[in-house]
């Protein structure tokens, strides 16, 4: 498995946990449990950027990537 494969499949999984945690958010009533998924979802989704920056630096460094 190639480095850019990789990266693309943790962005994907970073992106379906996003989806996931918000979906465990709207599943409770309890405040401090929405707020505590919430907070997970956010610091998942704080990552996908930095993931998605490196997957175009893999991809500008190995042009056999493109």
Do not use: W
Request: glycine share 4%; charged share 25%.
């Amino acid at each position: 498995m190639t480095t850019k494969t990789r990266i693309e499949q943790t962005v994907a999984g970073a992106q379906s946990l996003a989806g996931q945690l918000k979906s465990c958010a709207l599943d409770t009533d309890v405040p401090a449990v929405k707020n505590m998924y919430n907070a997970m979802a956010q610091q998942v989704e704080d990552m996908i950027p930095k993931l998605q920056g490196r997957l175009e630096h893999v991809k500008q460094e190995e042009p056999q990537f493109q």
